[in-house]
């Protein structure tokens, strides 16, 4: 009697535990949407501000930093948001040699897990756009010599490793099923990391931006608006209805080229500012609004694009703020979901609203009380008697 009691007493545990555990994972589970949180500012929120807010308030499931900052690493400890951090670009020839990259690990992401949910690492950002030889040829080395310390530290399973790249990798994109990577860089980097990507099973990271692409003419479809007449690839006969779709197409064409259709595809940046200098179209916070919200119910509609149907994609949104202190034109000053007083600049509907808050309460409170109701039931050992019970809070 003893015994059967303990034994049912376990079982309850472990089914409580799982179900604990569902309802946790259900709120992530499928939910792709980050935010790159750039600090190019002198007026931004401490990062456990930040790291409370994202974790809070948002339906944000992953960050993406630029750097290995301790603060930010630190404030997002005990989260559960997914963090990428990034080796800056200066760093990638130092990363070459196996001793450098166990430090680096040691220093930058040893200290933070598992507390922080360390996810990721970007070996630099956009390197190929530098156009700098010496960091372009140190690019997979780097990639490869650090994966080779995640494994020696036993972290491979934990972290992946990849880099972003700007739509300037490619040579051709229009139409989508002719992209490809520049000639050079496609055998001696694209190869290579492709490969490296693959034997890892680590994605492919792109930042497509149809704001840079788009013209007052081609408005409506960089926004998603259904009124865009749309694009036809006359020779896939494939017909777009946005511009997103197209840039993630034109990638996939070139990878495809390379043999490496099967290498999954991470959106690491894509956005729409809220302000610009006056000259432009479609730059206000209507627009950015616009872009955001559309791209968001695209990425995870499971449409997927004309060439990779029926799929989502992660999706990081640039970026968390607007960074008063970024060089270059207006727009680029102006990204931010929101401002540094952590009002959002525009509502894009990640804000958890209340009723989602009130059923997350709710939720606890259910599991509150189932959870002492089976305690109860299970000292007795009554089966009958937690049948009822669990009809009765359902
Ligand atoms: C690269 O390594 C050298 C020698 O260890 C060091 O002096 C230098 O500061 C490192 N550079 C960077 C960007 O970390
Ligand atoms: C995608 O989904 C649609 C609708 O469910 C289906 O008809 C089509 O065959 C699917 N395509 C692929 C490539 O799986």
Same mark, same amino acid.
């Given at each position: ?28 589970e ?33 960050v !993406? ?31 070459? !040699? ?11 992401? !040893?200290?933070y ?6 996810? !990721? ?122 511009m ?15 043999g ?20 432009q ?39 968390? $703020? ?12 102006? $990204? ?15 804000l ?8 997350k309460?709710?939720?606890?409170a ?29």
């Amino acid at each position: 009697m003893e015994k059967a009691s303990t034994a049912f007493s376990a079982s309850i545990f472990t089914a409580i535990f799982l179900l604990v555990s569902t309802l946790y994972t259900q709120g992530v589970e499928g939910s792709i949407i980050g935010v790159n949180y750039g600090t190019v500012a002198n007026n931004l929120p401490p990062p456990e501000q930040v790291a409370r807010f994202l974790s809070e308030s948002t339906i944000i499931s992953s960050v !993406r930093l630029f750097d290995t900052n301790a603060d930010i690493l630190r404030a997002f400890a005990h989260t559960g948001i997914a963090v990428t951090v990034t080796a800056t670009n200066d760093q990638i020839p130092n990363l070459t !040699r196996i001793e450098f990259a166990q430090e680096w690990l040691k220093f930058n992401v !040893r200290p933070y897990i598992p507390a922080t949910n360390i996810v !990721r690492i970007f070996v630099g950002n956009e390197v190929i756009s530098t156009a700098n030889k010496l960091l372009i040829a140190s690019l997979v080395p780097a990639m490869e010599t650090l994966h080779t310390a995640l494994v020696g530290a036993s972290l491979d399973r934990r972290i992946k490793i990849s880099t972003p790249h700007s739509l300037g990798i490619l040579s051709d994109s229009s139409p989508p099923s002719t992209g490809k990577f520049r000639q050079g860089y496609d055998t001696h980097v694209l190869k290579p990391l492709l490969r490296f990507l693959r034997d890892t099973n680590s994605p492919f990271m792109i930042n497509p931006y149809p704001f840079f692409g788009s013209s007052p003419e081609t408005l409506d479809y960089a926004l998603f608006r259904p009124s865009s007449a749309g694009v036809l690839d006359e020779n896939t006969r494939l017909s777009y209805t946005n511009m997103l779709d197209a840039q993630l197409d034109s990638v996939f064409s070139a990878m495809k080229l390379l043999g490496f259709s099967d290498v999954e595809i991470v959106i690491s940046e894509t956005g729409w500012p809220s302000l610009g200098d006056s000259s432009q179209a479609g730059v206000d916070a209507e627009s950015a609004a616009e872009y955001n919200r559309n791209l968001m119910q695209h990425v995870t509609s499971g449409a997927g694009t004309p060439l990779m149907p029926n799929r989502t994609f992660e999706t990081y949104i640039f970026a968390l $703020f607007n960074e008063d202190l970024k060089p270059g034109p207006t727009c680029e000053r102006n $990204f931010g979901l929101f401002r540094p007083d952590m009002t959002p600049v525009y509502d894009i509907g990640i804000l958890r609203s209340t009723v989602a808050a009130a059923s997350k309460f709710h939720h606890a409170a259910y599991f509150s009380v189932l959870t002492i109701g089976l305690l109860i039931i299970s000292n007795h050992g009554d089966h009958n008697m937690l049948c009822e019970f669990l009809v009765i809070v359902n």
